[in-house]
């Protein structure tokens, strides 16, 4: 029989990570499971060519990382009260870092959400979900926003 003892749980703070906290509060629930949300702060070594100082960088990259350590505590007291969960705010690029955590944590699961781009916007932005379904080697549910309830 499948058992998740441990769901990786990926939020970028948007409203629609209220979602994706139902469908982990459930796992989380139905199977006693360890839940790891995490957030993947954009890393700024992509604009270094920009001429911007590399501490003005590092110090933007910091208010980031303070801000969501902040709003991480928040948000698992609101979503995940009495359940077992950690949080983690990492700086990269969020495939990688879920990827990376999801192997180095042993996690069964991983949780997260699809903004559903289509067109232009998915060739800018790219899809995370689509980035961690390919490379995981673990299931993945991925939950769209504007699925209906």
């Known amino acids: 029989m499948v058992a998740i003892k ?3 749980v990926a939020i970028d703070f948007s409203d629609e990570s209220t979602y994706i906290a139902e469908y982990a509060q459930l796992f989380a629930e139905k199977f006693d ?4 949300v995490v957030y993947a702060a954009p890393s700024l070594n992509q604009y270094v060519g920009f001429h911007v100082p590399p501490n003005t ?3 933007f990259v910091g ?3 303070t801000g969501a350590e902040k709003n991480m505590d928040e948000y698992l007291e609101k979503h995940f009260p009495g359940l077992k969960v950690k949080g983690k705010v990492v700086t990269g690029f969020a495939a990688e870092e879920i990827l990376e955590i999801a192997a180095d944590e042993k996690a069964d699961l991983v949780i997260m959400g699809t903004h559903g781009r289509t067109g232009i ?3 800018l932005f790219g899809s995370v979900a689509a980035k961690v379904v390919r490379g995981a080697e673990i299931p993945v549910l991925t939950v769209r926003p504007d699925f209906p309830k």
Do not use: C
């Open 33 to 36: 499971a360890e839940l790891i």
């Open 57 to 59: 960088i590092e110090a």
């Open 6 to 8: 441990k769901a990786l």
């Open 121 to 123: 916007d998915r060739l």
């Open 63 to 65: 208010e980031i990382v």
